[in-house]
Structures are given as C-alpha cells and as structure tokens.
C-alpha cells in the first residue's frame, strides 16, 4: 500500500536522523568501552541521542499508522523520513523535551505531527493512531530495561548500565503522561473518537493548554511525590532500582555532579 502511494523519496531516511543515529551509536560505544575521559559527557550525549532518536520514532510511528489508515499526504510532508524538522512543531517536538530532560529528567511528550483526520474512516483507526506514538515509548522502555529484567547485566558496564536505566525512566513517564486522558494528549486522542460530537467540541478549546496544566499539577509536591512514586514502581517491576536511575541522572548531568558516589563506582 505505501510504495503505491507515496513517493520513494517521501519514505527515504532523512540524513538528519541518520546523523543523529550515528552519534548516538559512537557514544554509546564510549560509555561501553570507556573511551571518553568524561564519562558524565560521553552519557549525557549517548542519552540525549537515544532519547531524540525515540522521539522521532514516536512521531513517525503516528504517521506511519495515520498512512495505512488513509492519510495519504503524511509522505509528502516528510513524516515519514525520521527528519525531526520536518515536524509541524519542531520545538514542542524536540527542543523542549531534550530542555525538559536536561532540567529535570522528565520525558516531556512531544508535540504532534499533522493528521489530517478527516481523511481517516472508523474510530479504531483514530485511536489506534493516538495510541501508536506513546506505544513506541513503552517498546523503547521495554528494550532498555531487557538486561535488567532478564538478568542479563554480568558484563555490561556500570557506566551503560547507569545510562540505560535513566533513559529507560525517561521512556516510561513519556508513555505514561502521553496516555493521560487529558485535552492535547494522545491518551485524549485515543478515547476521543468514542466520545459525544458535543463533549469533544466544549473541549476542543482547552486542547493547547492541557500539557502546560499537567506539568503544572506535577509540580504539586504532594502530586510530584504521587507521580514518580508510581513511575519508580513500574521501574522496580522492570528490576531497574531508584540508585542505578540515580546514577545515571547524575552522570547525565555531568556538571552537577549530586552523588560523586556515582563517579566513585565508575573510578574502581
């Protein structure tokens, strides 16, 4: 279906991810092996890219199902390459989320690519959509958290440990707040094509404004406990402990330095 309806340039890897990609891959090798002399930049480059990396997959996997749903023109406007600047909100896509990482190591759900939703027939088909891009976090959280939950660390370096573990947090609170069934999310957009034409056109307004209100109700510190008390839950239950997040927080914020415990493991 796709190759007969969308050019093969509008499905060719854009250059852009490919880079990405790459540097991704040369810093994960340096946090493996080592090499760096910083092991907190080697991380916090090795994070920073795979975290890019899962958001443009977040969005390509949106359009990808908005294709076969029967959004032609997802190709044409280039949300098919992986090209992050082909985004209709590049910054709410990319900028503010690495920002959000950086600041607080929260994953902050993207902005949305366009869909063109009335080209698309049949609720399952709307909410599979929704559902598509918050999906692509939870595979993402589950192959960072396999070596843990397998058993498999004997070998892994401490340093690539740390760093999985605090990339893994990262995917699991992006799924979860992408699947609050709050105005803007995709948790919204799933439920939304079973609700009434009236109720989803008294919300509609308040669609831009629900992201900013769930970051301003977590950072409630009663609500902030609440949250990340049930993000470390899921965590546990992937066999990923609060101390291997927390250093791997600390090395990605390399100039912080909170736990210098951390860096002591690393220099044994």
């Known amino acids: 279906m796709t190759s007969a309806t969308t050019r093969t340039s509008d499905r060719r890897i854009s250059p852009v991810f490919l880079g990405i990609a790459a540097i991704t891959a040369v810093t994960g090798w340096a946090v493996w092996t080592g090499f760096a002399s910083s092991p907190g930049v080697a991380v916090f480059l090795f994070v920073?890219?795979?975290?890019?990396?899962?958001?443009?997959?977040?969005?390509?996997a949106h359009a990808r199902t908005a294709l076969h749903g029967g959004d032609l023109t997802v190709g044409a406007k280039g949300y098919l390459t992986l090209n992050p600047l082909k985004y209709t909100h590049a910054v709410l896509s990319i900028v503010l989320p690495v920002l959000f990482v950086i600041m607080g190591?929260?994953?902050?759900p993207g902005g949305a690519v366009f869909i063109e939703r009335h080209r698309i027939r049949g609720r399952w088909k709307h909410s599979l959509i929704s559902a598509a891009g918050p999906l692509t976090n939870v595979l993402f959280?589950?192959?960072?958290?396999?070596p843990f939950w397998l058993g498999a660390l004997d070998g892994v370096p401490l340093g690539f440990r740390f760093a999985l573990a605090?990339?893994?947090?990262?995917?699991?609170?992006?799924?979860?707040?992408?699947f609050l069934p709050v105005p803007g999310l995709d948790g919204y957009g799933v439920i939304e094509p079973w609700l009434?034409?009236?109720f989803r056109r008294q919300v509609e307004p308040f669609a831009p404004f629900g992201l900013l209100a769930v970051f301003a109700v977590i950072f409630i510190p009663e609500v902030n406990r609440a949250f990340f008390d049930g993000i470390f839950a899921v965590m546990d239950g992937l066999g990923v402990s609060r101390a291997e997040v927390a250093c791997g927080q600390d090395l990605y914020r390399f100039w912080t330095e909170q736990y210098p415990q951390c860096t002591a493991l690393l220099n044994r």
């Not at 959280?141 to 396999?146: E, W, Y």
Request: proline residues 0%; hydrophobic residues 55%; contains cysteine.
């Open 48 to 60: 920073t890219g795979a975290w890019i990396v899962s958001l443009c997959l977040h969005e390509y």
């Open 105 to 108: 190591g929260i994953g902050l």
């Open 196 to 198: 009434s034409y009236r």
């Open 141 to 146: 959280a589950v192959v960072c958290t396999a």
């Open 166 to 178: 605090f990339l893994a947090l990262l995917q699991v609170t992006a799924a979860i707040l992408n």
